[in-house]
């Protein structure tokens, strides 16, 4: 699992639930470099939200 993890080469999210019964984990890192880990479902679903909404393709949308 580790290779999918982002690194400042390879920018990206990547959220992982190993089993139903164990809390996701997520980590993202974004071209602009900025990067950020989460632990549990609600903080990683607060993760994924704001990455989307401010990083990765966001800032295409946003003209950055
Ligand atoms: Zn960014």
Redesign the pocket.
């Known amino acids: 699992m580790s290779d999918l993890t982002p690194t400042s080469e390879r920018p990206g999210l990547h959220v992982s639930k190993p089993s139903p019964s164990d809390p996701a984990t997520a980590s993202a890192v974004?071209?602009?470099?900025?990067s950020a880990t989460a632990k549990g479902d609600s903080q990683v679903k607060a993760l994924v939200d704001g990455y989307t909404a401010?990083?990765?393709p966001a800032?295409s949308q946003n003209g950055r």
């Not at 974004?30 to 900025?34: D, M, P, Q, S, T």
């Open positions: 974004c071209h602009c470099g900025a401010n990083h990765g800032h």
